[in-house]
């Protein structure tokens, strides 16, 4: 690199880089890309969802509300459950995720658990809950953000934004949360899509080989698939 700066061999030469749209100090959108199309993190998820569509049967339980157990379940679901911690329409099941004994063990084949883990302070106990009410051979399809503005805050939201996971913390994490069983962590992004991302394009601004350049040093989307252990004993509440 010290080379490099003395023979000015860099490619582009330093202080030709143009920064065009992107030299501001705002985000061309402040939401994430809605106000435009269609987001980045939505592709990237529905990727990793329509991957594993298969998971999604039996019993299926998905987070605030049921749209992708109706886009990606199709008639291998047999029931719907939509979890909150507060109650509203649609609602079928109300808890707090750190603190959810009240709700039974090895109930479910299948949870959606999208961009959410990180607004959870007590991640640990609430994946313990998560693993505890999968029937045993269950699966749970877990994303989260990696490289994201942040998109809650306590004070101007109802809850905050605690955690940007990495693939690496994710296995470990989830290794603990799911023991005996399989979890299978993996990222979707790239450095442009990372920039992107931060600025609030939407998916249809960029190419497809563009969003599905895959670098591992710029994890915009963290995914997981998790399948509790098959032989699991039946778990009482509270784990």
């Known amino acids: 690199m010290r080379q490099q700066r003395r023979f000015h061999l860099q490619w582009p030469p330093a202080g030709t880089v143009r920064f065009g749209n992107l030299r501001r100090l705002t985000p061309i959108s402040p939401i994430f890309g809605l106000d435009r199309g269609f987001p980045i993190e939505r592709y990237y998820i529905e990727k990793f969802l329509s991957k594993h569509r298969d998971d999604v049967r039996g019993r299926v339980l998905e987070l605030g509300d049921d749209t992708y157990i109706r886009k990606f379940g199709g008639n291998r679901v047999e029931q719907t459950d939509v979890l909150s911690v507060v109650d509203g329409e649609g609602i079928t099941i109300v808890a707090d995720l750190t603190c959810a004994d009240h709700v039974d063990s090895d109930m479910f084949d299948c949870i959606i658990f999208t961009q959410s883990i990180q607004m959870i302070y007590d991640m640990d106990a609430a994946l313990n809950h998560l693993h505890r009410i999968l029937k045993p051979g269950g ?21 905050g934004e605690y955690w940007h996971i990495t ?12 023991p005996g069983g399989s979890v299978e962590v993996s990222s979707y992004g790239n450095v442009f899509t ?3 991302e931060l600025h609030g394009l939407a998916s249809e601004e ?14 915009v989307i963290v995914c997981a698939r998790c399948v509790k252990r098959q032989d699991s004993q039946p778990e ?3 784990g």
């Open 139 to 159: 699966v749970l399809l877990l994303t989260s953000h990696g490289i994201s503005k942040i998109g809650r805050r306590l004070g101007r939201d109802n809850w």
């Open 167 to 178: 693939t690496q913390s994710a296995s470990r994490m989830l290794d603990q949360a799911f």
């Open 194 to 196: 990372a920039v992107c």
């Open 206 to 219: 960029l190419r497809e080989e563009e969003l599905d350049h895959h670098d591992p040093d710029f994890e």
């Open 236 to 238: 009482r509440n509270g």
